[in-house]
């Protein structure tokens, strides 16, 4: 547990509080694929955020960040979003369960994590599906996993001003220990995939660099996949999304699609395609076939979709030049952020090294690694 959470309470407040945790998540492949109602493959991660939380008797919320240092109230009869502020996360949670019609009623809230920031493990949908599944169990609302997840979301998008996708909060509230999501974005149902690495090890590589282009390039690629949709609906009328075409149908896609917006369809198609044939060979323990899905999953994300950097090919090439490594992308939106390696575990040390020489080398400042382990998803403790 968060080392400052309980201390922090007892200093701060009264009782015995309850404590939930809440993971981040890694995607494992499935990127940009999302927001065409794709499929995706995320696992929960140990890492992640615990609240510790109990009632108060009164209108209020008191919540303290044990992270921070700083303490936030606000009364349950009158708030509004705080631009930029941690206590977004909570007062979103709480409106969208007020509106839902369950009876949030005043508390008293530390919060502590351990995701490392910047890492592309998801620290905001962990707090906000922690904070959820806390209120809940508090309360008695045993409110659907699947709900907390959605609420999540809204909360991101109404109180945080982000436009995140479900992917994020329904990792962490439905994570299993061993198991990654084969999760479809248009239903949003799942399948559990066995992850089981044998004598390999999934490890993060934080680039520590973020791309100003990144917000306004998200946007763009966004709308020339809904353009393609748009313009290839004449001769596919069945069609919805990108998620309707199969590889099968790029030749004729090539020739009805402007050059710029073609290559942007071919990524979702054929990354949507990845994502079922990493779950294939999960299930059937082949490694070197999903090693080799994350190395054309990054090849697609770099060449196709352009949401690369210099700094992740870099990590990237770099990794796939040792023969201990089995695969290794970009994780995340891009324009920075980390990669994701498939490594043999008795290599870790020595990939570490090679990678920090050759990246401070290039590039002058060192990266960050991150182990990562597919473990459970929400829970009280």
């Not at 100003?212 to 709308?223: C, G, Q, T, V």
């Not at 990794?319 to 290599?347: H, K, Q, W, Y």
């Amino acid at each position: 547990m968060h080392p400052q959470l309980l201390p922090t309470y007892h200093s701060n407040f009264s009782g015995s509080p309850l404590i939930a945790f809440a993971p981040g998540r890694i995607n494992l492949i499935g990127e940009h694929t999302d927001y065409q109602e794709g499929f995706v493959f995320p696992a929960a991660v140990k890492q992640g955020i615990w609240v510790a939380i109990q009632k108060n008797d009164i209108r209020s919320c008191r919540l303290i960040s044990a992270d921070f240092g700083q303490e936030f109230s606000f009364d349950l009869d009158s708030f509004t979003p705080k631009k930029g502020h941690w206590a977004n996360y909570a007062m979103g949670m709480c409106a969208l369960m007020k509106q839902s019609g369950y009876e949030v009623k005043g508390f008293d809230m530390v919060i502590g994590g351990n995701i490392p920031v910047g890492s592309g493990l998801s620290s905001s949908a962990a707090l906000s599906v922690g904070i959820g599944t806390a209120i809940s169990a508090l309360f008695d609302f045993d409110i659907p996993k699947k709900n907390l997840a959605l609420y999540a979301q809204k909360s991101e998008h109404l109180y945080a001003g982000v436009k995140c996708g479900i992917m994020d909060p329904y990792a962490s509230a439905f994570g299993r220990e061993g198991k990654a999501l084969l999760l479809d974005c248009r239903s949003n149902t799942h399948q559990e995939i066995p992850v089981h690495l044998g004598n390999y090890s999934l490890i993060l590589v934080n680039s520590k660099v973020k791309h100003s282009l990144a917000d306004s390039a998200y946007n763009k690629r966004r709308e020339a996949c809904e353009e393609s949709v748009r313009l290839l609906q004449a001769n596919y009328p069945e069609i919805i999304t990108l998620r309707d075409l199969s590889i099968s149908d790029l030749g004729k896609i090539e020739e009805i699609l402007p050059k710029s917006f073609f290559p942007k369809a071919k990524h979702v198609i054929t990354e949507c395609d990845r994502v079922h044939e990493a779950a294939k060979a999960l299930q059937s323990g082949d490694l070197i076939t999903f090693g080799r899905l994350l190395d054309a999953s990054h090849t697609s994300l770099s060449q196709d979709f352009e949401v690369s950097c210099p700094e992740l090919d870099f990590l990237a090439q770099i990794a796939t030049s040792m023969p201990e490594v089995l695969g290794s992308r970009m994780m995340g939106g891009g324009f920075g952020g980390c990669t994701i390696n498939l490594v043999r575990t008795d290599f870790l040390e020595k990939f570490k090294s090679h990678i920090q020489i050759g990246y401070e080398k290039r590039f002058l400042k060192s990266p960050e690694f991150i182990p990562v382990e597919v473990f459970e998803g929400a829970r009280m403790l």
